[in-house]
């Protein structure tokens, strides 16, 4: 029997593959969450086989959780799962030595052959996205801008910026400058956007 965490923030989605994933004659769902923030207590505690996890999670992030699992229970395989294809998200994935990858719009016979093939010791990885990371273009951003960046797309001002990254808030409106500026937007809605799109803010 294969033991499944699952961590999904929207629940009717969850509710969903819950309900798929329990008509597999081997899988158990040993524990369903809806933040990125409950993953390593629950997984330490049941102890599943594998983590199902959403990659756009409140309170933590999927990968972030992921990693922890990774740190404190190497025996647990991940499985992330996104709605959208972005090549910078498929990097970070990639970086963070999850094992597996897949896209929500997979069939759900797709979704648990991922998941036997991953606890089976494979890495598997949506044809798709790796398509997409192949073809995708790299960050013109310092990791400092993007951080800016980030701060200020998730709703940050300047002065909340500069106290969270102890930097001036001078400082801070000058890296945003810098940014509308190598991506060509119109202002930092747009940069935020384009950004987005790009998969250089996850």
Known sequence: MIRILLAEDMNMVRGALVALLSLE??????????????????????KPDIAVIDIDLPGLDGLSAATQIRERLPGCRTLMLTSLGRPGTLRRALAAEVDGYLLKDE??????????RVVAGHRVIDSKLA??????????????????????AEGSEAK?????????????????TTVVAKLNARNRVDAIRIARDAGWLV
Not at 107 to 116: M, Y
Request: aromatic letters at 4%; charged letters at 25%.
């Open 160 to 176: 909340e910026i500069a106290g969270a990254l102890h930097l001036s808030t001078g400082t801070v409106r000058n890296y945003l």
């Open 107 to 116: 069939s759900p016979a797709e979704l648990a052959h991922a998941i036997r």
């Open 131 to 152: 398509l997409a990371a192949w073809s995708g273009t790299e960050s013109p951003l310092t990791e400092r801008e993007t951080e800016v960046l980030r701060l200020a």
């Open 25 to 46: 004659n081997d899988f158990e769902v040993v524990s369903e969450l809806e933040r990125g923030d409950e993953i390593l207590d629950a997984a330490l505690t049941v």
